[in-house]
């Protein structure tokens, strides 16, 4: 099996609501950085989805609207970095 997935990219229509928590599972490899498209922004669920995220140690480093083929939609771009990393700049 795999250890670490260096980019994982992910566009799954929706889909990404209700699976973002399994990219953290323990069952899953380490992903170094996540690229996914998100479809319309559920009110609190998107918080969930960034909090969580964040909580992971990975922060988002690219936001992108697609303009051109479905403006409800938006691709971000995550990084996984040492927790204490976040501890530090909140701490500022």
Known sequence: GLDVIDVFKID???CEWDTFRDWLSEDVPLLHQILVEVHGAPGQTAVDFFDTLEGGGYLR???EPNIQ???GCVEYAFVKVETSFMEEKEGS
């Open 12 to 14: 799954c229509e929706k």
């Open 69 to 71: 083929y479905n403006p």
């Open 61 to 63: 480093f690219h936001k």
